[in-house]
């Protein structure tokens, strides 16, 4: 398991996304595919197909499943990994806030749209970072593109449908519908993207209000699966959105602006 190193903690926090190279110990990534095979066929209540309609392939999603998933509860508290989240962060304590599992499967064309995570979120606050761990070689191209710098615009879009790929809901208080990026990145030219080959075992970590898309999977014979860890910071509250959040928790009690103590999104203990 590697660190953050200076760089990749500049890269994150001034483009909003950078890679670990070889962040996950063998055991550690063993135990996650094993887990998402596990998890393929003990699906929670929340997973998810999106498949084309003339397709018999697509891409399959899960989340906050790490409780009955072993493996996946071993890498949130066994593998380091909270270290790393501190280190990108700036934060003392370090929460988890839940795992997300995408798989697509060879050929499916189906893409990820344009969008930024946090809107979908209950929780605010900058301390914050996702972990995108790669369990099959991924080309550059291939997998996570992001607009280097869009967690620093001070703008919350809307989110964006995975089925359909539309808005949530209309324009209202801080939330705006989200633009045509791709004609924004070929007007501009200030803006640029980034995105990153990986192998198993590599890590690309992006703020939640990074913009990112993804592209379907060109393979003709390989999986892209991706267990995405979800780490939150000292500031981290919670918080109510205008739509049904995603994952979609309950307050349970707590209230806007209110701390996530909560057992719901544990403290990982991270070395002094």
């Not at 398991?1 to 990534?29: C, K, N, Q, W, Y």
């Not at 063993?30 to 887990?35: E, F, N, P």
């Not at 697509?104 to 969008?115: D, F, S």
Request: hydrophobic letters at 40%.
């Amino acid at each position: 398991m590697t660190s953050a190193t200076p760089d990749a903690i500049d890269a994150f926090r001034h483009d909003g996304a950078a890679v670990l190279r070889e962040a996950v110990d063998p055991a550690t990534l063993a135990g996650l595919a094993d887990g998402v095979e596990y998890n393929r066929t003990h699906p929670s209540p929340w997973s998810h197909w999106y498949t084309n309609p003339d397709e018999s392939v697509g891409f399959w999603s899960d989340y906050v499943t790490w409780r009955s998933v072993p493996q996946y509860e071993a890498a949130v508290f066994g593998s380091g990994l909270a270290e790393v989240a501190a280190a990108l962060m700036g934060s003392d304590t370090v929460r988890f806030f839940h795992e997300h599992v995408l798989v697509k499967e060879p050929g499916a064309t189906e893409r990820t749209p344009w969008h930024h995570d946090q809107p979908y979120y209950s929780v605010d606050g900058d301390q914050n970072v996702s972990m995108w761990i790669a369990l099959d070689p991924v080309p550059e191209g291939a997998g996570v593109r992001f607009v280097a710098g869009s967690h620093r615009w001070n703008r919350w879009f809307i989110p964006r449908k995975f089925v359909d790929h539309t808005p949530y809901a209309a324009e209202s208080g801080r939330y705006e519908l989200l633009p045509d990026i791709d004609a924004m990145l070929a007007d501009d030219p200030t803006l640029r993207t980034v995105t990153f080959g990986v192998e198993p075992g590599d890590v690309v970590v992006f703020h939640y209000r990074t913009l990112h898309d993804a592209p379907g999977n060109p393979s003709a014979d390989r999986r892209r699966r991706v267990v995405s860890l979800r780490w939150v910071g000292d500031d981290a509250v919670w918080a109510e959105r205008p739509w049904q959040v995603s994952p979609p928790f309950e307050p349970d009690g707590l209230r806007p602006g209110d701390p996530l103590d909560d057992d719901r999104f544990p403290v990982v203990p991270t070395a002094p």
